[in-house]
């Protein structure tokens, strides 16, 4: 399948060391080299971003000047984590691409049109105020791509996302990928699409062989500060814990700087450069924990991370499955920590027993994460 592809692809393939493309490239590359509608599901940590990113890259005529494809997303970061992609990808090939986020400076950005990108990555927001001043040209726009399209099609985007599909040709081709589709969220998708070909990858062996382990800690919420803490300090951790409040972020933030650790806090109401400067800084290791709300860190694929640590409980068995999926990506190993009250306990079983993983209750003895038993016998 790679073979089909342009020779900057199969180098930048050569270069990249993978050894065997995953099974949603095998299965989503060809169908949208031919064109073909799609919508795809494929957990966290599988490869989805190359799965559209290698055959868009593909199908770019970089000798015209028009602009062709537009890939959203809904999260800043997420969008510049696959402009970044797409740069390492495109080198050589002539392809112009820009990225357009709100929360950014809009005249850097009409700077940026004015190279005549042949692809736009973008949130829908401020990507569709720019196509109502004209400022971007959808005309000739062939493909369009939602990445992490459950959370692009959620009520505050729709109406916006099903504006820009529209503003697109005619005769356009529409790609859908996700962690996790619900039945709604299908239904949406294929409203945008014609005669879609549906993929479900359930587990890919070439992208998640990595032990995860799922284990919890009863506490009440009040003493989950103390039990984070301690997780923070554990030898050569790299974790990401969720909070569902962004009013609650910046108190835990306060009270783990005062015990002099190492912690950074990511939510959508803190500016871009911030949001950037902490994701750097917790990328290159700089940090021990980054705390995080659900929307900053949806689909942002951290190399490393070693713990996930659910600080509130999360709503629904996705939210669980997305935000566990940041950890054991690629076939490294990785811990699920989830701080639960006894009612979130009870839940927890039911998504570990749904999800067909086993979940272990743990305690600290001595600075360590250990068992119950091993205490006593001690």
Excluded at 39 to 49: F, L, M, V
């Amino acid at each position: 399948m790679l073979n089909t592809l342009k020779p900057f692809l199969q180098e930048a393939w050569q270069k990249s060391g993978f050894a065997e493309p995953t099974a949603i490239q095998t299965e989503a590359i060809p169908l949208v080299l031919e064109g073909k509608d799609l919508i795809a599901e494929s957990p966290t940590g599988t490869g989805k971003t190359l799965a559209y990113l290698l055959p868009l890259l593909n199908k770019v005529d970089s000798v015209s000047s028009s602009l062709q494809a537009v890939v959203l997303a809904s999260s800043q970061e997420l969008v510049m984590q696959v402009y970044q992609e797409f740069q390492k990808w495109s080198e050589g090939s002539g392809i112009r691409g820009a990225s357009i986020i709100g929360g950014a400076n809009v005249k850097r950005q009409l700077e940026k049109l004015k190279k005549r990108p042949h692809i736009i990555f973008a949130t829908p927001g401020r990507l569709y105020e720019l196509i109502k001043q004209k400022k971007v040209k959808m005309h000739e726009v062939k493909l369009v791509v939602l990445d992490e399209g459950d959370q692009l099609l959620i009520p505050e985007h729709l109406g916006t996302v099903q504006n820009i599909v529209k503003s697109t040709m005619a005769d356009r081709q529409v790609v859908l990928f996700s962690a996790t589709m619900k039945a709604e969220t299908e239904k949406l998708a294929a409203d945008l699409t014609k005669e879609p070909k549906v993929l479900r990858i359930k587990k890919d062996e070439a992208a998640s062989s990595g032990e995860v382990e799922h284990i919890y800690f009863p506490a009440e919420p009040r003493d989950k500060i103390k039990l984070l803490e301690k997780i923070a300090r554990l030898e050569g951790i790299k974790a990401l814990a969720f909070i569902n409040d962004i009013g609650e972020i910046q108190v835990f933030k306060e009270k783990l700087h005062f015990k002099e650790l190492s912690v950074g806090i990511l939510h959508s109401d803190m500016k871009k450069l911030e949001r950037q400067a902490t994701l750097k800084a917790f990328r290159d290791g700089k940090m021990s924990m980054l705390i995080a709300t659900d929307v900053a860190a949806r689909g942002l694929d951290i190399q490393g991370v070693t713990h996930v640590v659910h600080i509130d409980f999360p709503r629904d068995i996705d939210q669980y499955v997305h935000r566990s999926g940041r950890t054991g990506r690629m076939g490294a190993n990785g811990t699920v920590i989830s701080l639960v009250t006894d009612r979130e306990e009870r839940e927890l079983k039911r998504f570990c027993r749904e999800l067909k993983v086993p979940v272990h209750k743990r305690i600290f003895y001595k600075g360590q994460i250990a068992e119950q038993e091993e205490k006593v016998r001690r």
